[in-house]
């Protein structure tokens, strides 16, 4: 089946730890992007990219860091710069044919 | 800057009515696309409806539907004969058809009581 998987589901990073959250989508999608939701929020968004080797920064890019090597790949990696880190991340990618979204299942990081 | 607006942070309805959730959204673009996500407590994001703003027709998907004003820049979705499995946060979103990015409104917490 096509879609975007992300893991791990849960991950627990000790302070200043660097953590990666990975996510791979096989539907052909150009663009993909990551996203953070606190809890009873809305999803605010951190990185984008619409092409390989090519990544913008988003609303609340302080902190993160991506790349995008590979068209299926946009792994996210949450620096120990990055003071509240535990949230909701999703991962999403999209094309420009029906212009909506796809959407993983989710990383749920806490910071212990 | 486009913006997202749900003025409903929390609504309820009784099983089997039917419900409306209000967005309203800020653009000068006259080209793009609006959605309705729904976010269950697994936390997947489903799509539920998706319209384009060039076609004046009301998108459907069975229970759902939505009242598109595009004049008015509203994007109501109505859930008819609610089912407990309606329960979830539920997004309104915007994105321009030129462009890549989404911006999403704040959410909308539906409650479906039995």
């Known amino acids: 089946d096509g879609g975007i998987t992300q893991s791990p589901k849960y991950l627990f990073r000790k302070e200043g730890q660097n953590v990666t959250l990975s996510c791979e989508q096989n539907?052909?999608?150009?663009?993909m992007y990551w996203y953070r939701q606190d809890p009873g929020q809305g999803l605010r968004l951190i990185y984008y990219s619409q092409i390989v080797n090519d990544f913008q920064k988003g609303d609340i890019a302080e902190g993160y860091s991506v790349s995008r090597e590979k068209k299926e790949s946009f792994p996210l990696t949450v620096t120990s710069a990055q003071k509240n880190p535990t949230a909701f991340y999703l991962c999403?990618?999209?094309?420009?044919?029906?212009?909506?979204?796809?959407f993983g299942q989710g990383t749920r990081l806490t910071v212990v | 800057a486009q913006t997202v607006t749900q003025s409903q942070p929390e609504m309820s309805v009784q099983e089997a009515e039917t419900v409306t959730l209000s967005c309203t959204y800020d653009t000068s673009e006259s080209d793009y696309y609006l959605f309705w996500y729904k976010q269950p407590p697994s936390r997947q994001m489903i799509l539920v409806i998706r319209q384009e703003a060039y076609k004046q027709q009301n998108a459907t998907e069975n229970r759902f539907s939505v009242n598109f004003q595009k004049a008015a820049k509203s994007f109501s979705l109505k859930i008819s004969d609610s089912q407990l499995g309606d329960a979830a946060m539920y997004f309104c979103a915007y994105r321009k058809s030129s462009g890549q990015n989404f911006v999403f409104g704040p959410g909308t917490r539906l409650s479906v009581l039995p």
């Open positions: 539907l052909n999608h150009d663009a």
């Open positions: 999403a990618s999209s094309n420009y044919g029906t212009g909506r979204a796809f």
